[in-house]
């Protein structure tokens, strides 16, 4: 029986010792990129990343530490760790992601990826620039359940005509927010809540949603400033709890709005949402703007945000003088459109390339900046911005349109009776 024993004893040492081997042998032959990745508990106790960082860029090292991730004892190697269809890099003893995404994010925030998914800020965003070039057809199809023809799109002419070092440093800076990724995901949650600090205070802040959310196309921080809610805003910030959990948000955390109070955020017990399209009613970017498919939801999911602030007869008011505004200011455009397909019809004006003639910018400009801007500025509250920086520069805009098709309307008259003249002379 002694002699049995001894000998099971030693086939198990015998057989652990071969298994010990065999896996030595096989993690002998896998890449050192790979064996070498440390646990995220070592990271944490080891503070490796900060020894290196904090020397050599400081700063994102005081982000992380103020951050909402520190708190909760998210590791640097939580959020850079490779995931699937990632490049991956070797970085002094560590595994890491060569370039993060939203794939990273939405380990811990599925659900508002997934709403993001869903808004114009994802796909619609990159193709409004790009075209559908750098799309899947399975992403295509994706996205056109939600934004029928938003991606599957010619890429806007002016890329073209202004050059590329234009349209690298300025187009898709901002509308990077929906541009597809190497891994199959879309955009990065940091255009909004910068990398390190991945703050909910930044993303609240109305200057965030300003860094794309401006100019004279899409006016609207500027028309946010010059708004009452602005104006209280910039008095009352310092007493308004912008870290606030936006699952409990209260009108005692935001008594001001800011533009994700009233876009994305669950105050007073609404859900909130990373789909920015879901309280909208009107597409007010597009020349002639329609109401949306879901018009009476989304009205009606924006103004039950309003009744934390004003009674129902005041918003219904509100609505309804904005919604006038949109009806006039699609007239006017309306009316420039009826003008240059007249002069094309009459061959007129060549058809030519878009931004080829002067008259393709007039008209351009009294729809893409002037009548968004007019357009924005009733919805928002920014008088001015609806007559001074809207209306007044659409019917101006409108009459050297209407000046111009008189003119060619007149040298063409000239024209035809030289003809005449020259075929009735002898």
């Given amino acids: 029986m002694p002699h049995r024993t001894f000998r099971l004893i030693f086939l198990a040492v015998v057989f652990a010792t071969a298994l010990i081997v065999l896996a030595f042998m096989i993690n002998h032959e896998r890449p050192g990129v790979e064996t070498a990745q440390p646990s995220a508990m070592y990271v944490m106790a080891t503070g490796k990343c900060v020894e290196c960082h904090i020397r050599e860029t400081p700063a994102i090292v005081y982000e992380y530490e103020t951050s909402h991730h520190a708190a909760k004892g998210v590791s640097c190697l939580d959020c850079h760790q490779p995931m699937p269809g990632q490049e991956k890099m070797d970085h002094r003893g560590f595994v890491i992601s060569k370039q993060l995404t939203a794939q990273n994010c939405q380990q811990c925030h599925r659900t508002e990826y997934d709403q993001y998914l869903r808004s114009r800020h994802a796909a619609p965003a990159w193709a409004a620039v790009a075209g559908p070039k750098d799309f899947t057809p399975e992403q295509i199809a994706f996205f056109e359940q939600f934004h029928k023809g938003a991606v599957n799109r010619a890429a806007h002419p002016l890329v073209a005509v202004e050059g590329s070092a234009a349209a690298v440093k300025g187009c898709y800076m901002c509308h990077s927010v929906g541009r597809p990724n190497s891994d199959g995901t879309i955009g990065t949650c940091t255009s909004c809540h910068a990398r390190h600090a ?14 794309c959310h401006m100019g004279p196309d899409h006016s609207q921080v500027e028309i946010y400033d010059e708004s009452k809610h602005g104006v209280l805003f910039a008095a009352q910030r310092a007493h308004m709890n912008l870290e606030a959990d936006p ?22 017990g609404q859900h909130f949402t990373h789909d920015v399209t879901e309280r909208l009613s009107y597409w007010l970017f597009a ?37 006038a505004v949109v009806a006039s200011t699609n007239d006017l455009v309306k009316q420039s459109q009826q003008i240059i397909q007249q002069l094309r019809d009459e061959h007129l004006v060549a058809p030519g390339s878009a ?14 900046y002037y009548g968004r801007t007019a357009k924005h500025g009733a919805f928002m509250g920014g008088a001015d911005f609806v007559q001074w920086h809207g209306y007044y520069e659409i019917v101006r805009h409108l009459s050297e349109i209407k ?9 063409k008259a000239a024209t035809t009776q030289a003809s005449s003249d020259h075929a009735a002379s002898p």
């Fill in 247 to 268: 699952h409990h948000l209260t009108a005692k955390d935001m008594p001001v709005p800011t533009c994700a109070t009233c876009h994305m955020s669950g105050l007073g």
């Fill in 287 to 323: 020349a002639v703007s329609e109401r949306r498919p879901n018009y009476l939801l989304g009205q009606a999911n924006m103004q039950e945000i309003c009744l934390n602030c004003h009674t129902k007869p005041k918003i219904d008011q509100f609505y309804k003088e904005a919604e």
């Fill in 198 to 211: 991945a703050s909910v205070a930044l993303a609240r802040l109305p200057s965030t949603c300003g860094q």
């Fill in 355 to 368: 931004f080829s003639q002067r008259l393709d910018y007039l008209a351009f400009d009294l729809w893409h």
């Fill in 403 to 411: 000046e111009i098709s008189e003119e060619l309307h007149r040298d």
